[in-house]
């Protein structure tokens, strides 16, 4: 199976800025995506990020401009800059990898990390 650990959550003033970090481990064939969720409390978890194996990347209109999601691929992490937080921004964030366990047969995995608090004072 696939396991995801994050790390570089925290309290930060407005403004401010913070880089979250996660890292995949485990057996697996690929990890063709990765990308960064967020759940604040009373809220559905959405999107924030996501990038492909290819590098293609795709961000929730509320962030544009601001977060910057990257991941290399030799060490199989994905990485969220995240500059000139808002206290909306307050939220848990998750960590996501989607990819294959195997070829033949085929077998899917789409892993969840544990998630990390990322806190914006006003």
């Known amino acids: 199976q696939v396991q995801l650990v994050e790390s570089g959550g925290g309290l930060v003033q407005a403004g401010g800025s913070l880089r979250l970090s996660c890292a995949a481990s485990?057996?697996?064939?690929?990890?063709?995506?990765m990308g960064w969720y967020r759940q604040a409390p009373g809220k559905q978890r959405e999107l924030v990020a996501a990038?492909?194996?290819?590098?293609?990347?795709n961000y929730a209109s509320s962030v544009k401009g601001r977060f910057t999601i990257s991941r290399d691929n030799a060490k199989n992490t994905v990485y969220l800059q995240m500059n000139s937080l808002k206290p909306e921004d307050t939220a848990v964030y998750y960590c996501?990898?989607?990819?294959?366990?195997?070829?033949?047969?085929?077998?899917?995995?789409?892993?969840w990390g544990q998630g990390t608090q990322v806190t914006v004072s006003s």
């Open positions: 485990g057996r697996f064939f690929s990890i063709n995506a």
């Open positions: 996501n990898a989607q990819g294959l366990i195997a070829t033949i047969p085929r077998a899917e995995y789409d892993s």
């Open positions: 990038i492909t194996i290819g590098g293609s990347t």
